[in-house]
């Protein structure tokens, strides 16, 4: 969504008439545990900055939280916005890749949003992109984007 949208939102919807706390402010732990919500929020904000977090207590107040977000913006088109991101070669869904390597390869040099799935079909690893040679990831990525990750890769004047 970061790659596509300008604004994004998390609404979270907790049940009116009940006591809603995450944790009490003076026992926050600065540790990162997989299991706690508290440490996935946190992941999320430290990894999206720009994600804006709304909360709601009642279907009534999302509506409401909705009109105000929505109020004089044009209504999508639900075409456009399944659309959105992916080209004309009809892209696989990114679900069908493991998201902690692909995270990890889209920052590189020579990497983009549109070409990082060929990595991923081609190379079963990190490891094995980088053993591959230049030509072999010129035909994955092209010469220009293929020459940019090949001298991140193997240009100790670059670490």
């Keep these: ?3 596509h949208y300008s604004y994004m939102v998390l609404l979270i919807k907790f049940v009116i008439n009940t006591s809603f706390s995450l944790q009490a402010i003076g026992s926050l732990n600065p540790e990162i545990a997989l299991n706690s919500i508290n440490s996935q929020l946190k992941l999320l904000v430290l990894t999206f900055p720009r ?3 709304v909360w709601s207590s009642s279907p009534y107040e999302m509506a409401s939280i909705f009109a105000k977000l ?6 999508p088109d639900v075409d456009c916005a399944m659309a959105m991101g992916q080209d004309s070669c009809s892209v696989e869904k990114e679900s069908i890749y493991a998201q902690h390597p692909i995270a990890l390869l889209q920052p590189l040099p020579g990497v983009t949003l549109r070409n990082y799935q060929g990595l991923a079909k081609k190379y079963k690893s990190i490891s094995d992109i980088c053993a591959a040679s230049q030509d072999d990831l010129t035909l994955v990525l092209g010469a220009e984007a293929a020459a ?3 001298k991140f890769i193997h ?5």
């Design 70 to 75: 929505k109020c004089d913006a044009a209504v």
């Design 155 to 159: 240009d100790s004047s670059s670490k």
């Design 51 to 53: 994600l804006h977090i």
């Design 1 to 3: 969504m970061i790659a």
């Design 148 to 150: 940019k990750l090949y």
